[in-house]
């Protein structure tokens, strides 16, 4: 049964529900009860027949839940013609299966999508000219032109004398990695730099990035089940609904008295409640930004203990900035960084582009560079303002400056020092690094006061680069140079330690976001590949969106909790009366409505949860607004 069949299936069956009710309870007003009991039981026979292939399905796979209870209460209503309460029994159910699949019902996305990264087609150099192939036609040994901005489709070498790579969706490398004449790329790694040729050493079905894919499908694959929080309650209510109801018929002869006990126990509250408190907590997560793929999700979100952190795009900003600006003549910082970010601007290096991008937000007015000549992966040189300006690595400014010492700053792991040369002399270095997000430190605080127990780092990246980046965090473990079904592995071994929730941007992080109890992706420029295995999507590009999407859920789940205890309360005491013949089967339904009520009015204090505030609830927009942080 497909998810759209299984959808499709739940409205029909509530639409049919209230259909029977309602002409049934026309007709009794009416005068004519007895084709009221018609339209009542033609309501109730739809339902009742899908709940047992579901009961007969999932007994199958050793699952006992509330859909026994049900599908008892109605069985026993019609059987002893109790119409009426069998069909408001049957409204009930269909209702509660169709919130529950609405909540759902986000969660899905085709895994086909994940492909959509990779072009379709590769632009294929034989015999001198250039033809778009499709990727299925390309075969080991082909010669493929990679032009600027494309995404390597298969794998293969460089052929040309180097080539400028963007790895960190694969690697988790955020600095660009240059490559030179024979030197393996891997598919999915984006071109930085000029156009370049490349053999192919593999087909596309069995690339990198191809590989990654089926990964991913085998990590949802052996994920662990998340049980729904209803049917954990569900094997206790059932035993007690069966005892009270035998005894009932056993003591008093009267048969009507168990279908009322049966009507009463209709597990509404747990079928109803839960859903419409998740459902609610699900808006409310969106609110702040954090879309959750379904009640699932949310549920798992609230137990998690454990927390695995990609580095590059997540613990950090994934765009390479201004570190320091270090002085090697007379000029100040400020015009070294004039000079450099003017000169860049003729440059589509994604580092001459961050440091543009830096001089622009400090308000610095670049003029057009002049002369410009450009060697691709090395640097670039040109006229500012009538003086002859070099900018690049060091050893490239210092052949263009004829020194023998480049005389470089000395970079920290994980940085890229940017030379200045100004008129023939050396002018001074511009240092970059993948710098650490904003309140990262605050954030895991936050976490730990959450409940998160233990936090590890997961990256592709060098070990050096992930101890300098992680100094002084509060962070249990730093696991590093890890290929992405490494990723996985930690994902699995961490699990004896509790929930796992795994946080990652690139397409190396997809298969470790589906093993993961929660996966959550960085929505807003992480890969599609990630947004799609995850549980979890942050919509706006802060981490920090974590803290309320955490506490929503744990508030949410709370109050589905106390949703369920209050109103199953309420239906054993209402079971009891019935029991002594204090309720027949219509009143216990009427009663059983009123119960329904109320929790539905609790589960939807959801809606009005303020994550920073411990979980409070109000009622003003206002202090919802102050809620965001």
Same mark, same amino acid.
């Given at each position: 049964? $497909?998810?759209?069949?299984?959808?499709?299936?739940?409205?029909? %069956?509530?639409? @049919?529900?209230?259909?029977?009710?309602?002409?049934?309870?026309?007709?009794?007003?009416?005068?004519?009860? &007895?084709?009221?009991?018609?339209?009542?039981?033609?309501?109730?026979?739809?339902?009742?027949?899908?709940?047992?292939?579901?009961?007969?399905?999932? @007994?199958?796979?050793?699952?006992?839940? @509330?859909?026994?209870?049900?599908?008892?209460?109605?069985?026993?209503?019609?059987?002893?013609?109790?119409?009426?309460?069998?069909?408001?029994?049957?409204?009930?159910?269909?209702?509660?299966?169709?919130?529950?699949?609405?909540?759902?019902?986000?969660?899905?996305?085709?895994?086909?999508?994940?492909?959509?990264?990779?072009?379709?087609?590769?632009?294929?150099?034989?015999?001198?000219?250039? &033809?778009?192939?499709?990727?299925?036609?390309?075969?080991?040994?082909?010669?493929? %032109?990679?032009?600027?901005?494309?995404?390597?489709?298969?794998?293969?070498?460089?052929?040309?004398?180097?080539?400028?790579?963007?790895?960190?969706?694969? $690697?988790?490398?955020?600095?660009?990695?240059?490559?030179?004449?024979?030197?393996?790329?891997?598919?999915?790694?984006?071109?930085?730099?000029?156009?370049?040729?490349?053999?192919?050493?593999?087909?596309?079905?069995?690339? =990198?990035?191809?590989?990654?894919?089926?990964?991913?499908?085998?990590?949802?694959?052996?994920?662990?089940?998340?049980?729904?929080?209803?049917?954990?309650?569900?094997?206790?209510?059932?035993?007690?609904?069966?005892? !009270?109801? $035998?005894?009932?018929?056993?003591?008093?002869?009267?048969?009507?008295?168990?279908?009322?006990?049966?009507?009463?126990?209709?597990?509404?509250?747990?079928? %109803?409640?839960?859903?419409?408190?998740?459902?609610?907590?699900?808006?409310?997560?969106? *609110?702040?930004?954090?879309?959750?793929?379904?009640?699932?999700?949310?549920?798992?979100?609230?137990?998690?203990?454990?927390?695995?952190?990609?580095?590059?795009?997540?613990?950090?900003?994934?765009?390479?900035?201004?570190?320091?600006?270090?002085?090697?003549?007379?000029?100040?910082?400020?015009?070294?960084?004039?000079?450099?970010?003017?000169?860049?601007?003729?440059?589509?290096?994604?580092?001459?582009?961050?440091?543009?991008? +830096?001089?622009?937000?400090?308000?610095?007015?670049?003029?057009?560079?002049?002369?410009?000549?450009?060697?691709?992966?090395?640097?670039?040189?040109?006229?500012?303002?009538?003086?002859?300006?070099?900018?690049?690595?060091?050893?490239?400014?210092?052949?263009?400056?004829?020194?023998?010492?480049?005389?470089?700053?000395?970079?920290?792991?994980?940085?890229?020092?940017?030379?200045?040369?100004?008129?023939?002399?050396?002018?001074? *270095?511009?240092?970059? +690094?993948?710098?650490?997000?904003?309140?990262?430190?605050?954030?895991? /605080?936050?976490?730990?006061?959450?409940?998160?127990?233990?936090?590890?780092?997961? =990256?592709?990246?060098?070990?050096?680069?992930?101890?300098?980046? $992680?100094?002084?965090?509060?962070?249990?473990?730093?696991?590093?140079?890890?290929?992405?079904?490494?990723?996985?592995?930690?994902?699995?071994?961490?699990?004896? *330690?509790?929930?796992?929730?795994?946080?990652?941007?690139?397409?190396?992080?997809?298969? +470790?976001?589906?093993?993961?109890?929660?996966?959550?992706?960085?929505?807003?420029?992480?890969?599609?590949?990630?947004?799609?295995?995850?549980?979890?999507?942050? @919509?706006?590009? *802060?981490?920090?969106? !974590? !803290?309320?999407?955490?506490?929503?859920?744990?508030?949410?789940?709370? /109050?589905?909790?106390?949703?369920?205890?209050?109103?199953?309360?309420?239906?054993?005491?209402?079971?009891?009366?019935?029991?002594?013949?204090?309720?027949?089967?219509?009143?216990?339904?009427?009663?059983?409505?009123?119960?329904?009520?109320?929790?539905? #009015?609790?589960? #939807?204090?959801? #809606?009005?949860?303020?994550?920073?505030?411990?979980?409070?609830?109000?009622?003003?927009?206002?202090?919802?607004?102050?809620?965001?942080?």
């Amino acid at each position: 049964m $497909t998810p759209l069949f299984h959808d499709r299936l739940n409205v029909a %069956l509530l639409g @049919l529900a209230l259909l029977g009710l309602v002409t049934g309870l026309v007709l009794w007003l009416v005068g004519r009860v &007895d084709l009221a009991g018609i339209a009542w039981t033609a309501g109730v026979v739809p339902v009742l027949l899908a709940l047992c292939v579901e009961i007969v399905r999932s @007994l199958a796979q050793g699952e006992v839940g @509330l859909d026994i209870v049900a599908a008892l209460s109605m069985s026993a209503a019609l059987l002893f013609g109790e119409t009426l309460a069998a069909a408001v029994v049957a409204l009930m159910y269909s209702g509660g299966t169709f919130l529950e699949s609405f909540a759902q019902g986000r969660a899905r996305r085709e895994m086909s999508d994940l492909l959509s990264r990779v072009p379709r087609t590769a632009t294929r150099n034989r015999n001198g000219a250039l &033809d778009e192939v499709p990727l299925d036609d390309i075969a080991p040994g082909d010669l493929l %032109l990679i032009r600027q901005g494309d995404v390597a489709p298969v794998d293969g070498t460089v052929q040309s004398a180097r080539a400028m790579l963007d790895q960190s969706a694969l $690697t988790g490398e955020s600095m660009p990695a240059r490559l030179e004449h024979g030197q393996d790329v891997m598919s999915g790694a984006t071109n930085a730099g000029e156009a370049f040729d490349l053999r192919v050493t593999r087909r596309a079905a069995d690339s =990198t990035y191809a590989g990654i894919v089926r990964l991913v499908e085998e990590a949802q694959k052996s994920r662990a089940p998340m049980a729904r929080l209803a049917d954990r309650w569900s094997l206790l209510f059932l035993a007690v609904t069966v005892a !009270l109801a $035998t005894a009932a018929w056993w003591f008093t002869g009267d048969p009507i008295r168990a279908v009322a006990v049966l009507v009463v126990a209709t597990p509404c509250p747990l079928i %109803l409640a839960v859903p419409v408190a998740l459902v609610a907590g699900l808006s409310r997560a969106a *609110h702040f930004g954090v879309l959750i793929k379904g009640a699932k999700p949310l549920e798992a979100l609230a137990r998690v203990t454990t927390l695995i952190l990609d580095k590059t795009g997540t613990l950090t900003d994934g765009r390479p900035q201004i570190v320091s600006i270090i002085r090697q003549g007379d000029l100040s910082e400020d015009d070294i960084l004039y000079f450099t970010a003017a000169l860049d601007q003729a440059s589509k290096h994604p580092i001459a582009q961050s440091i543009v991008a +830096a001089a622009k937000a400090r308000g610095i007015a670049l003029p057009v560079p002049d002369n410009i000549s450009e060697t691709p992966g090395e640097g670039v040189a040109g006229t500012i303002d009538g003086r002859r300006v070099v900018v690049g690595g060091a050893g490239f400014v210092a052949a263009q400056l004829g020194l023998a010492d480049p005389g470089s700053a000395v970079a920290k792991a994980g940085s890229v020092v940017v030379s200045l040369g100004v008129d023939g002399n050396p002018a001074g *270095h511009i240092v970059m +690094a993948d710098a650490l997000r904003a309140g990262t430190a605050e954030l895991l /605080i936050g976490l730990r006061h959450l409940g998160v127990a233990r936090i590890l780092l997961a =990256t592709g990246d060098r070990r050096a680069v992930a101890e300098a980046v $992680t100094q002084g965090l509060d962070i249990d473990a730093v696991r590093a140079d890890l290929t992405p079904d490494q990723k996985v592995l930690l994902v699995l071994t961490e699990r004896r *330690h509790g929930p796992v929730m795994m946080v990652g941007d690139g397409v190396n992080d997809a298969p +470790a976001l589906a093993a993961a109890d929660i996966g959550v992706a960085m929505g807003a420029r992480g890969a599609a590949a990630s947004a799609e295995a995850a549980d979890v999507v942050l @919509l706006v590009d *802060h981490l920090d969106r !974590l !803290l309320p999407g955490i506490e929503i859920a744990q508030a949410s789940r709370r /109050i589905a909790v106390e949703s369920v205890v209050a109103g199953i309360g309420l239906s054993v005491l209402g079971m009891i009366a019935a029991a002594f013949g204090y309720l027949t089967p219509v009143q216990g339904a009427l009663l059983q409505e009123l119960i329904d009520v109320a929790v539905i #009015l609790n589960a #939807l204090r959801a #809606l009005r949860i303020v994550p920073g505030q411990t979980g409070r609830i109000v009622g003003s927009p206002d202090d919802a607004t102050a809620g965001r942080g």
